[in-house]
């Protein structure tokens, strides 16, 4: 009677075990190539957000811009056993061996924000349109600089989204001559980055016209730079769309910024991973529009929050 009893209370338990472990629903990884910028800190909390409320979890991992540690964190993510991964990669041709691993177990990847090279490993890629940031923000330099000028690049050229926004800009320029690229360096997207490199420019080019920065925290690292020496009347174009870069449009501290809306991109992302997990098919590339803030369309847009 015993032995029966405990087996009775055996096969309770494991029925117990696998009603909980049905119950737990999906689990998704994200990981960006560092939270150090707000911009994936907001994407992050629009993709947290979609993915509780169907009540499933979501496990965020921060590389710190180390690709071989992102590497790292999506094969841990793959052990982990988690049903998709948003990424955001520190390097779109070195990140290869970690979109392959994800692919072998049959994990798909929705690429957000900034695409990979190898994308046959990638179920999908949600970005900004990234060519058409650059290409704002040299429409507009053309109008506010008729007679041309010295421009600076601060560029971010391992990530394609540094590469194409950049890419555009560039095209501007080439087509007038009365431009020239006096410098280019990469500020790897980061304030503190920036603010050094664009010191040392500000010493070989003092007569500068114009900066073109890869994001708003390379642009506020300029602008740090550009005051310290107070220097004033430079042209400056970030992209994002941050309300740091807002206030320092509405401030007359910065030029213009190429918006993007890391809120929709995440529940876009999202949105894309539910569908593919339940075997719909989906556009492999999903281009989410920009639109340039400038002081004369700031208010439409306020300083206190992302779009």
């Known amino acids: 009677m015993k032995k029966l009893f405990v087996f009775f209370l055996a096969v309770c338990l494991i029925v117990s075990a696998s009603s909980v472990s049905f119950a737990q629903g999906k689990k998704f990884g994200a990981n960006f190539m560092t939270l150090n910028n707000p911009f994936f800190g907001v994407m992050n909390d629009a993709i947290k957000a979609a993915v509780e409320a169907n009540g499933d979890t979501l496990i965020t991992l921060d590389p ?6 992102q590497i790292s964190q999506i094969e841990d993510l793959v052990a982990q056993g988690v049903d998709a ?3 955001n990669p520190v390097d779109w041709q070195a990140v290869a061996p970690g979109l392959m691993a994800a692919h072998e177990a049959g994990i798909p990847i929705i690429n957000v924000d900034a695409p990979v090279y190898d994308e046959d490993y990638v179920a999908c890629i949600v970005a900004s349109d990234n060519l058409a940031a650059g290409l704002v923000c040299g429409e507009d330099m053309l109008k506010r600089l008729p007679k041309g000028g010295k421009a600076v690049i601060l560029g971010h050229p391992t990530t394609k989204t540094g ?7 560039k095209k501007i320029i080439e087509a007038h001559p009365e431009f020239t690229i006096a410098a280019e360096d990469s500020s790897e997207g980061q304030l503190e980055i920036a603010m050094p490199k664009m010191e040392n420019i500000i010493q070989a080019h003092p007569d500068m016209a114009v900066v073109m920065c890869v994001n708003d925290p390379t642009a506020r690292g300029v602008i740090q730079a550009l005051k310290a020496a107070d220097m004033k009347g430079v042209l400056i174009y970030g992209v994002d769309g941050s309300p740091d870069a807002k206030k320092a449009i509405k401030e007359g501290d910065m030029t213009g910024t190429a918006a993007q809306s890391p ?3 995440g529940k876009i992302g999202v949105e894309m ?12 590339h999903i281009p989410v529009p920009v639109q340039l803030i400038t002081i004369e369309n700031v208010d439409e847009f306020g300083v206190d929050g992302w779009q």
Do not use: P
């Open 64 to 69: 710190a811009l180390d690709v071989v540690k």
């Open 85 to 87: 991964i948003f990424l």
């Open 163 to 169: 590469i194409d926004r950049i890419a555009n800009f």
């Open 263 to 265: 809120i929709n991109i």
């Open 273 to 284: 991973a539910y569908k593919i997990l339940a075997g719909e098919k989906v556009e492999k």
